[in-house]
């Protein structure tokens, strides 16, 4: 038995091993405990091994372990962390095969809105960073660009954000999965979140293309017209 | 030569037959298409009691219509069973006024709609699964599987708790602990415990404070909130979860205590 990759995410530990006769088996484990193991009938012969981004299945709630303070008519960006799963794939060329899938560890679920009409989102506490030099991130997260901007005349104060993970294309920077950047919008007592589509640095390789950008793509070369931004109303401030 | 009047009535016979089966066929025509084309909707727009009971109703005045117009073609006087009907409807009435009671607070629960089908309610003191909202009752399944038959007078008139209406609950647990445990510590390890714990939501966020100092403990009440469905699994997991934690952590949970002085 031939061990073609291991590839360790946060805990967790997947191994591919060539057993011969087109067969592969693929183990998954945390320390010393085995999670799941099991065997493939396929030619991986000239495949890659490799995580790749993969969003889950709610928007999550992201808490900022420090309140973010945005003085009135300025901006200010930040570098926020969101969990996502990490799919374990076998690449050649365009053609991709998922052999694992490793979510989150102890996500929860949060109820946001009012107590008698909301929706159950994940839950995060991220800490916010100024620049990506300074942060470290588990191999389950991205890093978000977040722009605030603020429009009102008053100091605003955000202290979580709603994000459609699903919304977000995921590009590499430097070995950091970094997503597209989102902007907030502070503006007459009311937040909108945009989802930019653009890269958060020029240049930056797109490992994963977000749901919604994909749609709005194709329904721009429907149409022949720039649709604009997409927007989502969210919520909260202090 | 009498042989042509029996004909003629004959031929007048399958007429009158031709008629009535024309009326019904149409009768099943309406009532079919009402329920696919018109009433289909409402299952969705405003839930299962809402269409069982248009739909009943529709049924019902078709029928009426159908069997009016058959006993019509057939030469019963309409006019004098009508009359004969008026009467005897009104002896009825005073027979039946309770289920006529029923059926108007079946009306007035359809516009209120405090619950639907498949919500989990209390309705005076009787809680169950909601299985239908009919013209005279509700019927509700209990938690031990037994069938139960609510006038809707009664509903109406009952207190209605619905545990479905909302997504999320709350779940109180009230903890003593000794006198001499230090507080903030107990604080904190039920609070480490809750938010280790995915089954209870981030957010709103738990709440744990001193609601009493009582006779042998000082209790505290500890609030989380859940998914509705997880309601029973959490308050489980709550309240032997905070039991093991405060073991673990030397704190301990008093029993009512008598001191007994002896005089010498």
Redesign the interface.
């Known amino acids: 038995m031939e061990t073609l990759k291991t590839i360790d995410i946060n805990d967790y530990s997947v191994k591919i091993e060539k057993i011969g006769g087109g067969v592969y088996k693929v183990t998954l484990s945390r320390g010393k405990d085995i999670i799941s193991s099991k065997y493939l009938i396929y030619d991986f012969e000239g495949y890659e091994f490799i995580a790749s981004p993969s969003y889950l299945d709610k928007p999550v709630?992201v808490?900022f372990d420090i309140p973010v303070i945005v003085g009135p008519r300025k901006e200010k960006k930040i570098f926020i962390l969101l969990p996502i799963e990490v799919d374990i794939i076998a690449k050649r060329g365009a053609d991709e095969i998922t052999i694992e899938n490793i979510k989150p560890d102890?996500?929860?679920?949060?109820?946001?809105g009012e107590?008698?009409e909301?929706?159950?989102y994940y839950?995060y506490e991220s800490s916010v960073y100024g620049d990506l030099t300074s942060a470290e991130r588990k191999e389950s997260e991205v890093f978000v660009p977040v722009i605030i901007k603020n429009k009102d005349r008053e100091q605003r104060k955000l202290e979580k954000l709603l994000i459609d993970s699903y919304q977000l294309s995921i590009y590499d920077v430097d070995g950091n999965w970094v997503s597209e950047k989102v902007e907030v919008v502070v503006e007459d007592n009311e937040i909108i979140v945009y989802y930019s589509d653009e890269p958060p640095v020029k240049g930056a390789k797109e490992i994963k293309k977000g749901e919604v950008n994909i749609a709005r793509k194709g329904l721009e070369k429907l149409l022949k017209r720039n649709l604009g931004k997409l927007k989502t109303r969210i919520f909260n401030y202090g | 030569m009498d042989k042509i009047p029996n004909i003629s009535r004959i031929i007048g016979d399958i007429k009158i037959l031709i008629y009535v089966v024309l009326i019904w066929f149409i009768t099943v025509i309406i009532i079919k298409y009402v329920k696919n084309r018109v009433i289909r909707g409402l299952k969705e727009s405003h839930g299962e009691h809402v269409y069982q009971l248009v739909d009943k109703i529709i049924t019902y005045s078709v029928y009426t219509v159908a069997i009016i117009l058959t006993l019509n073609s057939l030469g019963v006087n309409i006019a004098s069973l009508i009359a004969a009907l008026g009467l005897f409807s009104v002896a009825v009435g005073f027979a039946a006024q309770t289920s006529i009671s029923n059926l108007i607070s079946g009306i007035f629960l359809l516009i209120d709609a405090p619950f639907q089908i498949g919500d989990v309610v209390d309705i005076g003191g009787t809680t169950g699964v909601v299985l239908s909202i009919d013209l005279l009752s509700t019927k509700l399944r209990t938690f031990d599987n037994i069938f139960i038959r609510i006038p809707n007078e009664t509903v109406l008139k009952s207190n209605i708790k619905n545990y479905a209406?909302?997504?999320?609950r709350r779940i109180e647990a009230v903890v003593g602990i000794s006198y001499d445990d230090d507080i903030t510590k107990a604080k904190e390890v039920i609070m480490e415990f809750i938010k280790?714990s995915?089954i209870?939501?981030?957010?709103?966020e738990p709440i744990i404070m001193v609601q009493e100092l009582a006779d042998s403990s000082v209790n505290l009440s500890v609030r989380v909130?859940v998914?509705r469905t997880d309601y029973l699994k959490a308050k489980d997991y709550l309240v032997q979860g905070i039991k093991e934690e405060l073991d673990k952590s030397g704190i301990t949970i008093p029993y009512p205590q008598i001191v007994v002085h002896q005089s010498k």
Request: hydrophobic share 45%.
């Open positions: 709630l808490k102890n996500l929860k679920d949060a109820w946001f107590l008698h909301g929706d159950i839950y | 209406k909302f997504e999320i280790s995915s209870f939501l981030a957010e709103p909130w998914k």
